[in-house]
């Protein structure tokens, strides 16, 4: 957050309530801290509702250091690198660039003055863009729409992340959910069975778009992952090793779509906490 670095220098501690935040806002004080030092500052904070009772810290931006994380981060390393994306998503890339310049082109004189609907359609851009370079299309051939499925999830997230009680007192996540005062706790479980359906749908969604003929859906992430896991599978795995290894990949898909999108839910927290 540039505004952090301008007025408190490269990095800021900020305490808010059950978590302490240090901002780095320099390249070279990011390479200290995260390369030199990464055993002890790579971590994320605890987020007891988010990643404990809503078991979202098995995603990649949530993760703790650790096991979970080094395969996630594993699986998206070589195709985010920019080598691959230059080689494999460039098709893409453009035609999404041309449709946006498009849209632009259909009002120009309005252009400037309808700022708001330009955010839209790059929004709507961006959205499409990282769906297609997941899964290689918006929707499978059952009609599942993966921007809906992704924005289900986002919005799970965007609630686990509004504070609870129980990310002031990490204790109270052990109480009976039927006390008074524990109605985080049965939203929680309900809201952690929704997102364990939809990471299962696009699961199976995504397993099975493998046997389809479309070309678009070849040089996607997912396909290419699955492919790879197939060709390594071995006939004596274990079975539950199989399915938690299928649902890492499907996770780190899912992960490719809300990262953009976490990290600006995340900076409009730090905004209101530095205004208040």
């Not at 051939?141 to 609870?164: T, V």
Request: hydrophobic letters at 40%.
């Amino acid at each position: 957050m540039p505004r952090f670095g301008e007025e408190y220098g490269p990095l800021t501690w900020l305490t808010i309530p059950g978590q302490n935040l240090l901002i780095i806002n320099s390249f070279e004080a990011a390479k200290e801290l995260l390369e030199k030092r990464a055993l002890v500052f790579i971590d994320r904070p605890r987020f007891v509702m988010l990643r404990e009772l809503l078991d979202l810290g098995n995603y990649l931006a949530f993760s703790a250091y650790n096991e979970t994380w080094r395969k996630q981060r594993a699986h998206l390393k070589v195709p985010l690198s920019a080598s691959v994306i230059k080689r494999d998503y460039s098709p893409l890339l453009e035609v999404k660039a041309r449709e946006y310049l498009e849209r632009c082109f259909v009002r120009p004189e309005n252009f400037l003055t309808e700022i708001n609907r330009c955010l839209q359609n790059i929004a709507v851009i961006v959205a499409e863009t990282n769906i297609k370079l997941t899964y290689g299309r918006l929707e499978d051939e059952q009609g599942l729409d993966y921007i809906q499925i992704n924005a289900h999830i986002l919005e799970f997230i965007a609630q686990g992340l509004q504070g609870y009680v129980v990310d002031l007192f990490p204790a109270l996540q052990y109480l009976p959910a039927w006390l008074p005062g524990m109605k985080f706790k049965r939203d929680a479980a309900r809201w952690k069975q929704e997102i364990s359906d939809l990471e299962h749908v696009v699961s199976k969604s995504a397993k099975g778009s493998m046997l389809s003929d479309d070309p678009e859906v070849r040089p996607s992430f997912m396909f290419k992952k699955l492919q790879e896991f197939q060709e390594k599978y071995e006939e004596g795995m274990d079975v539950q090793q199989q399915m938690e290894d299928e649902m890492v990949i499907t996770r780190s898909g899912l992960s490719l779509f809300l990262g953009k999108y976490f990290s600006r839910l995340i900076h409009d927290i730090l905004l209101i906490c530095s205004r208040n």
